[in-house]
C-alpha cells in the first residue's frame, strides 16, 4: 500500500501508550529513541510484532537487532523531550476522543474499518474529493 498512495498520502503516528499495558509508555519512548537514530519506523514495525510480549528486554532486544547505538538509545530513551511529545500525543488523543489504539483518522474523521478493503474504499474516497 505504502507505493500505491506514497505521493498522496501523509501518514502521522501519535502515541496513546494506555495505561493498561505496563510497557506502553516505555515502548512509545523506545520508538523516539530509536527515531534519534533513523530507525523509527523498523522499532515501530517490531514492537507491533511482537505486540504480545513487549517488556525492557524485548526492547533492548529489538534495539541490539537494529543495531542502534546502545549508549545513544539508553540515554535518549528518557530525555524530557520525547517525554514531553508523548505527554503531547496523548493530550490530543484525549481531547479528541481517542480511547484506544490503533485508532484512525483520515482527513480529521475517524474511521473504524472492518477490513482491508474498508480502509482503501475510504482512502480512495477522500482522495477523489481532493481532486475534485
Not at 12 to 17: R, S, T
Not at 54 to 63: L, M, R, S, V
Not at 104 to 131: A, Y
Amino acid at each position: 500500500m505504502s507505493d500505491t498512495y506514497k505521493d498522496k498520502l501523509k501518514l502521522v503516528i501519535k502515541h496513546f501508550p494506555l495505561t493498561s499495558h505496563k510497557f506502553a509508555r516505555i515502548a512509545a519512548q523506545a520508538s523516539l529513541a530509536a527515531h534519534k537514530q533513523g530507525k523509527f519506523w523498523e522499532f515501530h514495525e517490531k514492537l507491533f510484532d511482537n505486540y504480545d510480549s513487549i517488556n525492557d528486554d524485548k526492547i533492548k532486544e529489538i534495539a541490539i537487532e537494529l543495531k542502534l547505538d546502545m549508549d545513544k538509545f539508553n540515554a535518549d530513551i528518557n530525555l524530557p523531550e520525547i517525554q514531553l511529545i508523548i505527554d503531547r500525543d496523548i493530550k490530543n488523543g484525549k481531547e479528541i476522543g481517542v480511547l484506544g489504539t490503533p485508532t484512525i483518522f483520515i482527513n480529521g474523521k475517524q474511521m473504524n474499518p472492518r477490513t482491508f478493503d474498508d480502509f482503501i474504499t475510504k482512502i480512495e474516497s477522500e482522495l477523489e474529493k481532493n481532486t475534485n
